[in-house]
């Protein structure tokens, strides 16, 4: 099964057990993370597509953040979060 999401303004294409890389959103190391804004739902049968959202689906996500903290001294980068997909529950 597999879900289309919206966050940071862009859409993602995400499936169960998937890492993921998002415009960074607010929590904590390992906090749980609840996407619930799904635009469609597919992989078993017929695909379900929202008007914009499906109702009642959720991506329910952990967040992760790297240990690293490189910087740059010009440009511009987008800081980043690191989700991984636990599961997607679909109504």
């Known amino acids: 099964m597999y879900a289309v999401i919206k966050t940071g303004g862009k859409q993602y294409r995400v ?14 190391a390992g906090a749980k993370v609840e996407f619930t804004e799904v635009l469609m739902l597919g992989g078993s049968g017929d695909a379900k597509v929202g008007a914009p959202a499906v109702a009642g689906a959720k991506v329910i996500a952990f967040k992760k953040r790297r240990r690293k903290n490189s910087r740059r001294k010009r440009g511009h980068r987008q800081h980043q979060t ?6 997607i529950v679909g109504a």
């Open 82 to 87: 690191v989700v991984r997909i636990k599961e």
């Open 15 to 28: 499936a169960a057990n998937e890492v993921v890389t998002i415009e960074k959103i607010a929590g904590d």
